[in-house]
């Protein structure tokens, strides 16, 4: 904020005071911090609103071409705090909470994380919001509004306990709720063939399944210094508040499940779909995010045009995985049906505006629907589908006509599935990864046909993370600490931190920079001992957590849970060196403290063991006393956006030790190493393009077999687990452990660490074992972290590599990433609030409004 902070602090009070009592019936001295907490979002929401809708208007007025960003997952995190960082009113804010005899860190913790994602994602997602208004592009994004989030993960004596994420239970400030802007959205039904004007068939729909749908706005404030700040909405789309959506007639007739279930659609991300029910309710979640969000864009875009000469020009959508690629055929048929566009014109329009980031190479993530399902729950969708595919298949036959396998591997359809991540590409125009080597494993292996076919069609843009929230906001210490060297400039152009370079090497620098990280230890050591009490298996908190010094190494792995994420061979590594302290005790080691955060899918069941086996091997090792205190292990359950916040600062070691060649890129690993983490990493996502960037003089912890190698040894299967672990004594060792006993304290434990254990050595399910090469790596692995061990023993060199480290990150901020997209992809540039519309707004306001934040 930029003025008097003295008079702005006093409006603001004024402000609050007056909030608490007209929306709360309360004075200050009497309210609670959660009635506070909501007072000081609505005094704040004043001065967002009227730039939002200056930034709103002037986007109309300019007839900017418009990004519309579809997602099914973001996490942005507590709302108060990072406007408080983006408005730049840390200090106008301190002073109102002095004056009111206040706490800060009591009243940003009565907010809860939205519960609007999972994983990287989702919070990609957030940066990209961010980034995308602080640098002012005309911009809306739409998601859906989980009113229990994906889940609350509870640990039960090591189990993962699914509970509910009751964000919503509490009033959200942050939203506003347009019930002028529902939409309704049609599954199922009967279709009848009809004709548009231009004898294109449309399908007609009766007897359909009709679900409302009603959006809450939230406000995306970007960073500025002044009033100037830009504002993108965020429009989560809801079932749950519609009393149409539940059907009383069969709630009455004892079909409770039929009764709720279209109430119930935007209840929970990703609901387990091992089952009929939850693939259902998955699919129908996917087409309630498209449709309302396609009838919002059009519904917006006709309200200032006349028809859809400008549709093409006007409007871009980036379909954010493969969750939203049906905005392809409901953007045809809403074209052809509701406004008479010719069909080949309508997929040409579709074709222009949309485009696709792929965010995996995984077989099973690269989503496949049952043909049945879409048919029946989106028949006239599946019928588009169906003529979409017939037509690009027969051109390609056209084009290689002696190649029908070609044409199998490249149609949307197959047997009895409809292939996604095929649809998003054909409807696309352009199809991005979000790493270098990702996009070149797109290109050469995953999506080969299609490169063939539209080489223009492929591009990159790397992964970045906004440094306003992951550095700025989450680690002030090391930011002021940064500002004072470099200045403040940082902040919105991270390109200049490597102007930090010149003091790697300065002992005061490097002093400063080890007592920021013990700082920022003792907080996070703080936070574990007050919110992650261990529970016994009936949920019940029955122990403090491990006792925990900040002057050990912090070692964190944090990240969604994922076989091929490794957090495998990273307690088969803590386990060999708990082994070594018992054989050994007298020989000096590095302490360490291991941490480990991640929710595994509910359904992934694998997953949940490994969690369990990391929980018993913590068990064991914190409470032997001849480990004497050389090690500990962590597992800090329900892993979200403010506790990485927490974490991440206090990080000197990032585990980024995927397997080459899994990792589409990673934001983890750009967020540990701009807080001074240094990383571990396996050759894989963008680690390769930050060791680039840092320069292999300091990066010093690569480890394990390439890309290439990988899949040279998958084609020869000359990979066997079982001769591996014999030629290592070590391994052997720490593997053994999933079958003796060691952990496992009952029967449960022992079967469970059992299955783990014959999943790593011996074929399962058809597959082939350790299938992601834990036991392959895990001696390349072991040799890494003793070096590791020996860097951490000289303290001013290691502060020298951090510092590096932190200066050569300045190409993976997510402005890099947004601006990369506007030139490659969108074609979409900065448009700010027009200042004039900005002044008439805030002076119409300020008639009628004699508490003021600005003069």
């Not at 989980?146 to 009751?166: K, S, V």
Request: glycine share 4%; net charge neutral; hydrophobic share 40%.
């Amino acid at each position: 904020m930029e003025g008097d902070t003295e008079y702005q602090a006093e409006m603001l009070i004024a402000k609050t005071k007056h909030y608490l009592i007209t929306t709360m019936g309360r004075v200050a001295d009497e309210a609670n911090d959660d009635e506070f907490y909501r007072a000081l979002s609505y005094a704040l929401r004043e001065e967002i609103m009227i730039n939002w809708l200056a930034c709103a208007r002037t986007r109309v007025v300019q007839n900017a071409r418009m990004l519309y960003y579809l997602s099914m997952e973001y996490l942005p995190g507590r709302i108060l705090s990072n406007n408080i960082t983006n408005l730049a009113a840390n200090d106008v804010v301190r002073i109102v909470l002095q004056k009111m005899n206040r706490s800060i860190s009591s009243i940003i913790e009565r907010e809860s994380d939205p519960g609007l994602g999972n994983g990287g994602l989702g919070r990609l997602a957030s940066c990209y919001l961010d980034s995308l208004a602080t640098h002012q592009y005309p911009a809306q994004a739409y998601g859906l509004r989980y009113q229990y989030g994906i889940f609350e993960q509870q640990l039960w004596d090591g189990l993962q306990i699914e509970a509910p994420d009751c964000w919503l239970l509490s009033e959200n400030p942050w939203e506003f709720r347009r019930d002028l802007r529902k939409v309704f959205v049609k599954y199922c039904g009967n279709t009848m063939p009809s004709k548009n004007i231009h004898g294109d068939e449309i399908l007609m729909l009766k007897d359909a399944e009709e679900v409302w749908v009603l959006p809450f706005d939230i406000p995306i404030v970007g960073y500025n210094e002044t009033s100037r700040f830009s504002v993108v909405t965020l429009r989560l789309w809801s079932t749950k508040e519609s009393p149409r959506n539940f059907q009383l007639q069969s709630y009455n007739a004892g079909r409770l499940d039929q009764a709720a279930e279209n109430t119930l659609l935007t209840d929970v991300l990703y609901p387990n779909d091992i089952h009929e029910t939850g693939k259902r309710i998955r699919l129908k979640q996917e087409f309630l995010l498209v449709s309302a969000s396609l009838q919002d864009i059009i519904r917006h875009f006709l309200s200032y045009h006349d028809n859809f000469r400008s549709f093409a020009d006007k409007v871009r959508i980036q379909i954010n995985d493969t969750h939203p690629a049906l905005v392809i055929p409901e953007l045809i048929r809403i074209l052809t049906k509701k406004h008479d566009i010719p069909w080949k014109m309508a997929v040409d329009i579709t074709q222009e505006v949309v485009s696709y980031t792929n965010h995996t190479i995984l077989s099973e993530a690269l989503e496949q629907w049952d043909r049945g399902l879409m048919q029946y729950l989106l028949p006239r969708q599946f019928h588009i589908i169906e003529r979409l595919n017939f037509e690009f298949c027969n051109t390609v036959r056209a084009k290689y006509p002696k190649d029908e396998e070609l044409v199998r591997r490249i149609s949307i359809l197959e047997d009895s599935k409809v292939r996604m991540a095929n649809l998003a590409i054909i409807g696309s125009h352009k199809v991005n990864g979000v790493a270098k080597l990702h996009t070149e494993i797109l290109k050469s292996r995953v999506f080969k046909d299609f490169y063939a076919i539209f080489p223009d069609k492929f591009v990159n843009v790397t992964n970045g993370v906004t440094q306003r929230r992951w550095l700025l906001h989450s680690n002030p210490e090391l930011a002021k600490f940064i500002s004072k060297r470099i200045g403040n400039g940082w902040i919105t152009d991270f390109t200049q931190i490597n102007q930090l370079h010149a003091y790697a090497s300065d002992r005061e620098s490097q002093e400063e920079f080890q007592a920021i990280k013990k700082k920022n230890k003792t907080r996070l050591i703080e936070f574990i001992n007050q919110h992650n009490k261990l529970r016994n298996s009936a949920g019940l908190i029955v122990a403090p957590p491990p006792i925990l010094d900040a002057n050990t190494l912090f070692d964190v792995q944090i990240k969604r849970m994922h076989e091929y994420k490794r957090q495998m061979m990273n307690i088969l590594h803590v386990i060999s060196i708990y082994q070594e302290i018992l054989e050994n005790p007298g020989i000096a080691r590095v302490k360490r403290t291991v941490i480990f955060g991640g929710k595994a899918a509910s359904g992934y069941e694998t997953a949940k063991d490994i969690i369990r086996f990391i929980y018993c091997v913590a068990r064991k090792i914190n409470h032997d006393p001849a480990v004497n205190n050389l090690i500990k292990v962590v597992y800090i359950e329900n892993y979200n956006v403010s506790r990485a916040e927490i974490i991440i600062p206090a990080a000197d070691i990032s585990e980024q030790i995927s397997l080459a060649g899994m990792e589409a890129s990673g934001t983890g690993n750009m967020k540990l190493a701009i807080n001074g983490a240094l990383t571990v990493a396996t050759e894989d996502g963008a680690n390769i393009e930050m060791r680039e960037a840092v320069t292999d003089q300091w990066w010093p912890f690569s480890f394990g077999a390439t890309a290439e190698e990988i899949q040279k040894i998958k084609e020869e299967h000359s990979y066997h687990p079982a001769d591996v672990c014999q030629a290592n004594p070590t391994l052997k060792k720490a593997l053994d452990t999933l079958r003796n006993r060691t952990f496992a304290e009952n029967d449960s434990e022992h079967q469970t660490f059992c299955d783990l254990y014959h999943k790593l050595m011996e074929v399962h399910y058809g597959g082939e074992p350790d299938r992601f090469f834990n036991l392959y790596d895990f001696q390349s692995f072991c040799e890494v972290q003793k070096k590791v061990d020996d860097l951490y023993r000289k303290p001013n060199v290691w502060a020298e590599y951090a510092i590096h480290n932190i200066a050569g990150m300045g190409n993976f901020s997510s402005d890099i990433a947004v601006k990369n997209y506007c030139e490659k992809i969108w074609g979409i540039k900065p448009l700010p609030a027009d200042e004039e519309i900005q002044e008439r707004i805030r002076h119409e306001y300020s008639l009628l409004d004699v508490c003021r934040v600005y003069k």
